[in-house]
């Protein structure tokens, strides 16, 4: 079965750093999404993208936070300036047609902030 | 409120009990998707639905869209169903996510 691929596994960074989050998506599939989950609660969605460009974003996803797919496989979250509260599992997902088709998951980065 | 409910939060069982899990949800849907979170953190979508009833092995999903429910049924729990099993509904552009129900199965 296809699957997505996730770097790194965990990322340990200072608060205030860069970090960039990167996920190989199933190869044909054109919708990518990036969710989270803060330790011991529910996943939440962070953004959607299609075409090269954003589709949605949710409240969470501020000028901190973007997204891109730099060389047309992988697909990056960057978090510009992390703070405490951005310690969490991030998950990518490429569905093949969207969030109302079959999620294909990564297997999450564990981003922990200190 | 949650615009995604599972209960139970937490579910014990003996190895071959048959498990039910239910969610209910009070936004529009195109679609309802149950997903198993290992131990690990790692993901798997089991099922994705949009009406009536589905089944994969031992497992079974129902909706309701009238009711806006949903169920996850296993038959013959086994200890290695244990996981988080997660209720997640498709809106616009995204998946809104229950808290999760804990499974644990003794042998």
């Known amino acids: 079965e296809p699957e997505v691929t996730q770097t790194p596994s965990h990322q340990v960074t200072q608060m205030g750093q860069e970090v960039i989050l990167r996920c190989v998506p199933i190869?044909?599939?054109?919708?990518f999404y990036w969710y989270r989950q803060i330790l011991g609660q529910k996943v939440e969605f962070l953004v959607s993208?299609?075409?090269?460009?954003?589709?949605?974003k949710s409240e969470i996803f501020d000028d901190q936070f973007s997204v891109e797919r730099p060389d047309g496989s992988n697909f990056t979250l960057k978090i510009r300036s992390t703070k405490l509260e951005d310690s969490a599992m991030y998950f990518c997902?490429?569905?093949?047609?969207?969030?109302?088709?079959?999620?294909?998951f990564g297997p999450g980065t564990r981003l922990t902030v200190l | 409120k949650n615009e995604v409910e599972q209960s139970p939060q937490n579910l014990t069982a003996q190895e071959g009990e048959f498990i039910t899990i239910n969610c209910s949800y009070s936004?529009?849907?195109?679609?309802l998707h149950w997903l198993q979170q290992h131990p690990g953190g790692g993901i798997v979508s089991l099922f994705m639905?949009?009406?009536g009833k589905k089944k994969h092995g031992r497992l079974i999903a129902t909706i309701n869209i009238q009711e806006k429910h949903s169920s996850l049924h296993i038959t013959a729990s086994h200890p290695r169903d244990s996981a988080v099993y997660i209720c997640?509904?498709?809106?616009?552009?995204?998946?809104?996510f229950g808290t999760g129900t804990r499974l644990q199965v003794f042998p």
């Open positions: 997902a490429t569905p093949s047609g969207g969030a109302t088709d079959t999620q294909y």
């Open positions: 997640a509904v498709s809106n616009t552009d995204k998946l809104i």
């Open positions: 993208f299609y075409n090269n460009e954003i589709s949605e």
């Open positions: 936004v529009g849907i195109s679609a």
């Open positions: 190869s044909n599939h054109l919708y």
């Open positions: 639905l949009s009406s």
